[in-house]
């Protein structure tokens, strides 16, 4: 499929308004795509979004339960972490793994990746598979407060149509997971 190369929107001026050492924040006063000066925000992600799905020989999965701050709401999800720019993605789902649950994998997998939220935000997110597990100590951050459940693979894609999984990285993920499931492709 083909798409337009140009750039429809044009930058007049762009100002700092947050950064933190996740973030940062900027307004653009821009001309449109129809020609209208207007602004724009941006939220510019300093790390990589990672999602990892662990997967054991007979189809169980771990999920992370934790009180999610911005949401004001408790959260089931996939392991799940920031890896910084510049570093290998894998090394970071490696790392975000042993961190969450206290697993190693053996046979890692590329699923996905896709943006997120990209009205106003540039993040990206890579999501893989692990396999060949061993249980190892968790090392959460002090900021993780965490539970971790072993669960089976069917109940967890039952749990993302019933709407009581909601975290976008552990969707895509468990979706994926599913569809590759049934293509034979896992």
Not at 118 to 134: H, P, R
Not at 157 to 167: A, L, Q
Request: charged residues 25%; aromatic residues 8%.
């Amino acid at each position: 499929m083909q798409h337009p190369t140009h750039n429809p929107w044009k930058i007049v001026s762009e100002q700092p308004i947050y950064d933190n050492p996740w973030i940062n924040v900027t307004e653009y006063q821009v001309i449109n795509p129809s020609g209208n000066p207007g602004i724009y925000g941006k939220v510019h992600y300093k790390n990589i979004a990672i999602g990892i799905l662990p997967l054991d020989d007979d189809m169980n999965t771990y999920l992370v339960g934790q009180y999610r701050f911005t949401l004001n709401q408790y959260s089931w999800e996939i392991p799940e972490g920031g890896g910084p720019l510049g570093i290998d993605p894998l090394e970071s789902a490696k790392r975000e793994l042993l961190e969450e649950t206290g697993l190693k994998a053996s046979d890692w997998k590329e699923i996905q990746r896709m943006h997120l939220s990209n009205s106003v935000t540039d993040e990206l997110c890579i999501l893989y598979v692990a396999k060949g597990l061993q249980q190892f100590e968790a090392e959460p951050e002090d900021t993780e407060d965490l539970m971790v459940n072993k669960v089976p693979f069917d109940e967890v894609y039952r749990m993302v149509c019933n709407g009581e999984i909601t975290d976008c990285l552990a969707v895509a993920a468990i979706l994926k997971v599913k569809l590759m499931q049934l293509e034979n492709t896992l």
